[in-house]
C-alpha cells in the first residue's frame, strides 16, 4: 500500500521513517521524497498487513499519513488512446490492452507528474 507521509521539521529532525523501520521491522520502500529545511513529503510502499501499524506510528510521531489507493486519474471521456502518457512514465502505469486502449495499473504510480503535460486533452489529474 501506498502512503504520503508529510511531516514538518520544526519540531526537529528525527528520522520518522527509520525510527518506525527500526521499532517495527517493516521494510519500508521510499518511493519518493521533497525534503527541505521545514518540511517533508514522502511516498512510501509498505506491505498491506503492516499498512495500519506504520500508519498509527508514524501519526504518533507527529507525521500526517494518507492512505493512497489511486494517485492518478484518468477521465475516460476526454481520453483518445493516444498512448502519449505511456513512453513518459517511468512506472510503466500505463499500456494498451488488445484493442488498442489504454490500461492503467494506477498502484504503480509515485505521483511524479510526468504524465500531466504529455496528454494532449488533459485527461489526466492526481488524486489530491
Ligand atoms: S504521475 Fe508519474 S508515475 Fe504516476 S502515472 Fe503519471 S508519469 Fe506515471
Ligand atoms: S496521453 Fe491522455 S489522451 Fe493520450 S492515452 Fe494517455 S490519458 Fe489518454
Known amino acids: 500500500m501506498k502512503l504520503l507521509v ?3 521539521r520544526k519540531k526537529g529532525r528525527e528520522p520518522i521513517i527509520a525510527k518506525v523501520v527500526l521499532e517495527t521491522g517493516v521494510l519500508i520502500n521510499v ?3 521533497y525534503i527541505d529545511a521545514m518540511e517533508g513529503e514522502v511516498l512510501i510502499d509498505v506491505p498491506d498487513e503492516d499498512y495500519m501499524r506504520i500508519r498509527d506510528r508514524m501519526t504518533e510521531l507527529g507525521a500526517i499519513v494518507s ?10 471521456h476526454e ?11 517511468p512506472q510503466e502505469v500505463f499500456s494498451f490492452d488488445e484493442d488498442w486502449k489504454i490500461t492503467m495499473r494506477d498502484e504503480r504510480c509515485v505521483i511524479c507528474g510526468k504524465c500531466l ?8 489529474s492526481l488524486v489530491q
Open 6 to 8: 508529510t511531516f514538518s
Open 117 to 124: 503535460p504529455a496528454c494532449p486533452h488533459d485527461a489526466l
Open 31 to 33: 518511493e519518493r521524497a
Open 67 to 76: 492512505l493512497l489507493e489511486h494517485a492518478i486519474r484518468r477521465d475516460e
Open 79 to 89: 481520453c483518445i488512446d493516444c498512448g502519449a502518457c505511456v513512453g513518459v512514465c
